[in-house]
Nanobody, 118 residues
Framework: QVQLVESGGGLVQAGGSLRLSCAAS????????VGWFRQAPGKEREFVAA????????NYGDFVKGRFTISRDNAKNTVSLQLNSLKPEDTAVYFC???????????WGQGTQVTVSS
């Protein structure tokens, strides 16, 4: 099993920045990829970004357009998501998720709220 705990959400004005962190524990050796998803009220969960756990490239949702950056620190077992140039439409609960090789995302954190005021 893998446990994921997010932190770093909060309230920020439009144009501001936040840094989200996801701390992984447990059987992390089996992980292949860690990602971030978000869900706004009344909307479906949306892919934000993902990165290989031990290497490999990152990828982003189409809406990101260079505003967000995902990174990992394997020494600390964390994956971070830097959110820049935030817009009110970025307001959502942001979830960290992880998956093992050949599987779908099966491990999820509890989520952290990001609220962007106009």
């Amino acid at each position: 099993q893998v446990q994921l705990v997010e932190s770093g959400g909060g309230l920020v004005q439009a144009g501001g920045s936040l840094r989200l962190s996801c701390a992984a524990s447990g059987r992390t050796v089996s992980l292949s990829r860690v990602g971030w998803f978000r869900q706004a009220p009344g909307k479906e969960r949306e892919f934000v970004a993902a990165i290989g756990w031990t290497g490999g490239s990152s990828n982003y949702g189409d809406f990101v357009k260079g505003r967000f950056t995902i990174s990992r620190d394997n020494a600390k077992n964390t994956v971070s998501l830097q959110l820049n140039s935030l817009k009110p439409e970025d307001t959502a609960v942001y979830f960290c998720a992880a998956k093992n090789f050949g599987q779908e995302y099966g491990y999820w954190g509890q989520g952290t709220q990001v609220t962007v005021s106009s």
